[in-house]
């Protein structure tokens, strides 16, 4: 199974990471590769931009967004055999960075099964 | 809470049963014993967790408390065996060991994890065996699972694996990476393992159990694995390249009414980019390694040509050609020398495949391979010659066993029929 994980936080409490939660998330990364579950991940930068559609009209905005959370930080695109696999690995990823939220979504159509 | 803690206790234990079998063996030279203290700590988790919560360093508390059972037990086999001087001085070094360990915990098991798979794929294990324990110990399914995946009943597989284990002790096969001459032929052994269980999960088919197509993911995870552990041996980036693209293309390679679809007549969109592009990257750093591509480097580098290609008009046939010869040099099979006829027909022609392909037919091993009339009638259907191309299909569709080949098969053989 294929999951999504992402962090979702108020921008403005976003502070730039310390040397030294990037070197404990250097070795999160390392630890998922070697555990060979991690397809793809990657930092997401600070401001983003909305597209949006109704009645046919599509209105775009320019980020930030304060009033709501918003992606950030930056994702991982996992693949385990269960969804509490993903859990625990988003457990140990929150131990690291602190306070906030990261949300988990199953990704359909990643593999083959019939 | 407590079903809470029993699911996190659950996937705590599907992530670090591997690494405690691994760092467990090293200490007691015993893949069944190291079992069972990794079991023994799964049930003290099981009791102390509900209560005290998960700990913050779950593996490693898993690691210690196992090793600490190791030390009684060897401690308990001591006492029953005092008269055994010599057993007696082997529990004092083991227990020299397991001390010195206990501090370092799970840090790194990495070599363990590569001695482990090394013994689970010993050649002194069948195929069957090799491939019941690597699953068990390296991808930590269940004998449940892995009987489902295998359609076989769980008992089957359960002494499959007790018996490997009984094979490895009475065998005394060393806890080791081998050296030398013989690390190739080990390695092969291991890649082989590891390929066989992915293809048993790209052979499922609808309606199958999802735990057979799972064991893709299984095997695909096994090599990213090893791909970490042995990162300077070509062959496994070429292994993880080859099943990463193959496996980019399941969703494309069944139609809605769970037909087959063939390679060039798949919908591209439909394959994986995020697999792609893992595979071509793995398929580079074996490239990077220097040397000529090994077999399973030479598959993914054809495969890697189907990839690049956005439509099948764009597919760099004289280049699979070229490494279709090189296969066939270092692995030859009539199998081989077919496939390569067919991408020379391809990339020169139905007339210039067909005569490669007709050269083929009088091989013995080939007789009853549906493939070769298959592929045949195919090369006969772009000449024109419709008659014989019906014939070399209907006996295609003869000899598969597979029911949704043999109805494509048919209706290949229909469509000639029709005049097409």
Same mark, same amino acid.
């Given at each position: 199974?294929?999951?999504?994980?992402?962090?979702?936080?108020?921008?403005?409490?976003?502070?730039?990471?310390?040397?030294?939660?990037?070197?404990?998330?250097?070795?999160?990364?390392?630890?998922?590769?070697?555990?060979?579950?991690?397809?793809?991940?990657?930092?997401?930068?600070?401001?983003?931009?909305?597209?949006?559609?109704?009645?046919?009209?599509?209105?775009?905005?320019?980020?930030?967004?304060?009033?709501?959370?918003?992606?950030?930080?930056?994702?991982?695109?996992?693949?385990?055999?269960?969804?509490?696999?993903?859990?625990?690995?988003?457990?140990?990823?929150?131990?690291?960075?602190?306070?906030?939220?990261?949300?988990?979504?199953?990704?359909?159509?990643?593999?083959?099964?019939? | 809470?407590?079903?809470?803690?029993?699911?996190?206790?659950?996937?705590?234990?599907?992530?670090?049963?591997?690494?405690?079998?691994?760092?467990?063996?090293?200490?007691?030279?015993?893949?069944? $014993?190291?079992?069972? $203290?990794?079991?023994?700590?799964?049930?003290?988790?099981?009791?102390?967790?509900?209560?005290?919560?998960?700990?913050?360093?779950?593996?490693?508390?898993?690691?210690?408390?196992?090793?600490?059972?190791?030390?009684?037990?060897?401690? #308990?086999?001591?006492?029953?065996?005092?008269?055994?001087?010599?057993?007696?001085?082997?529990?004092?070094?083991?227990?020299?060991?397991?001390?010195?360990?206990?501090?370092?915990?799970?840090?790194?098991? @990495?070599?363990?994890?590569?001695?482990?798979?090394?013994?689970?794929?010993?050649?002194?294990?069948?195929?069957?065996?090799?491939?019941?324990?690597?699953?068990?110990?390296?991808?930590?399914?269940?004998?449940?699972?892995?009987?489902?995946?295998?359609?076989?009943?769980?008992?089957?597989?359960?002494?499959?694996?007790?018996?490997?284990?009984?094979?490895?002790?009475?065998?005394?096969?060393?806890?080791?990476?081998?050296?030398?001459?013989?690390?190739?032929?080990?390695?092969?052994?291991?890649?082989?393992?590891?390929?066989?269980?992915?293809?048993?999960?790209?052979?499922?088919?609808? @309606?199958?159990?999802?735990?057979?197509?799972?064991?893709?993911?299984?095997?695909?995870?096994?090599?990213?694995?090893?791909?970490?552990?042995?990162?300077?041996?070509?062959?496994?980036?070429?292994?993880?390249?080859?099943?990463?693209?193959?496996?980019?293309?399941?969703?494309?390679?069944?139609?809605?009414?769970?037909?087959?679809?063939?390679?060039?007549?798949?919908?591209?969109?439909?394959?994986?980019?995020?697999?792609?592009?893992?595979?071509?990257?793995?398929?580079?750093?074996?490239?990077?390694?220097?040397?000529?591509?090994?077999?399973?480097?030479?598959?993914?580098?054809?495969?890697?040509?189907?990839?690049?290609?956005?439509?099948?008009?764009?597919?760099?046939?004289?280049?699979?050609?070229?490494?279709?010869?090189?296969?066939?040099?270092?692995?030859?099979?009539?199998?081989?020398?077919?496939?390569?006829?067919?991408?020379? @027909?391809?990339?020169? @022609?139905?007339?210039?495949?067909?005569?490669?392909?007709?050269?083929?037919?009088?091989?013995?091993?080939? #007789?009853?391979?549906?493939?070769?009339?298959?592929?045949?009638?195919?090369?006969?259907?772009?000449?024109?010659?419709?008659?014989?191309?019906?014939?070399?299909?209907?006996?295609?569709?003869?000899?598969?066993?597979?029911?949704?080949?043999?109805?494509?098969?048919?209706?290949?053989?229909?469509?000639?029929?029709?005049?097409?």
């Amino acid at each position: 199974m294929r999951f999504l994980l992402y962090t979702v936080d108020d921008p403005a409490a976003n502070a730039p990471p310390s040397p030294e939660l990037l070197a404990e998330m250097g070795k999160l990364v390392e630890e998922t590769t070697r555990a060979g579950i991690l397809l793809a991940t990657g930092g997401l930068g600070p401001t983003s931009a909305r597209v949006r559609s109704s009645a046919g009209k599509v209105t775009v905005t320019d980020g930030p967004f304060t009033e709501t959370k918003e992606l950030t930080g930056g994702f991982a695109l996992i693949e385990v055999k269960t969804k509490d696999e993903a859990i625990e690995w988003a457990k140990r990823f929150r131990k690291i960075v602190g306070d906030g939220e990261s949300v988990i979504q199953e990704v359909f159509g990643g593999d083959g099964r019939p | 809470m407590t079903a809470d803690t029993h699911r996190a206790i659950d996937a705590v234990w599907r992530i670090e049963f591997p690494r405690l079998v691994a760092g467990l063996t090293r200490i007691v030279r015993d893949v069944g $014993l190291a079992e069972d $203290l990794a079991q023994d700590a799964l049930v003290a988790a099981l009791e102390q967790w509900p209560e005290s919560g998960v700990p913050d360093k779950p593996g490693a508390w898993l690691m210690a408390t196992a090793k600490h059972r190791a030390i009684d037990r060897l401690r #308990r086999n001591e006492r029953l065996e005092r008269k055994h001087e010599q057993l007696g001085r082997d529990f004092e070094l083991r227990q020299e060991m397991a001390v010195a360990d206990l501090d370092t915990a799970t840090d790194d098991v @990495g070599d363990d994890l590569l001695r482990l798979m090394f013994i689970s794929c010993h050649p002194a294990l069948s195929t069957e065996a090799r491939v019941a324990l690597t699953l068990r110990l390296l991808g930590g399914l269940t004998t449940d699972e892995i009987a489902r995946a295998y359609l076989v009943p769980e008992p089957t597989i359960a002494q499959r694996i007790v018996r490997a284990k009984r094979t490895l002790t009475a065998a005394r096969v060393p806890f080791e990476v081998p050296q030398g001459a013989e690390l190739a032929s080990r390695l092969s052994s291991v890649l082989q393992v590891i390929y066989l269980v992915f293809n048993e999960g790209y052979s499922a088919t609808a @309606g199958d159990d999802w735990m057979r197509a799972g064991l893709c993911e299984d095997a695909l995870r096994l090599g990213r694995i090893l791909a970490e552990l042995a990162p300077k041996e070509p062959e496994v980036h070429g292994l993880i390249a080859l099943m990463e693209i193959q496996a980019s293309r399941s969703r494309a390679r069944v139609g809605p009414l769970g037909e087959v679809v063939l390679l060039l007549d798949q919908d591209r969109g439909q394959w994986d980019a995020v697999l792609i592009q893992r595979g071509l990257a793995a398929l580079a750093r074996a490239e990077a390694l220097g040397g000529a591509l090994g077999p399973y480097a030479l598959q993914a580098a054809i495969a890697a040509c189907h990839a690049r290609a956005r439509t099948p008009a764009e597919t760099d046939w004289p280049r699979i050609v070229a490494l279709y010869d090189a296969l066939a040099q270092l692995a030859p099979s009539p199998v081989v020398e077919l496939n390569r006829a067919v991408a020379y @027909g391809m990339a020169f @022609g139905p007339a210039a495949g067909l005569e490669l392909v007709d050269a083929l037919t009088a091989e013995p091993s080939l #007789r009853t391979y549906h493939f070769l009339p298959s592929a045949r009638g195919d090369l006969l259907a772009k000449l024109g010659r419709s008659e014989e191309a019906r014939a070399e299909f209907e006996r295609a569709a003869s000899l598969t066993q597979n029911a949704r080949e043999r109805e494509f098969l048919l209706a290949r053989a229909a469509a000639c029929a029709g005049g097409a």
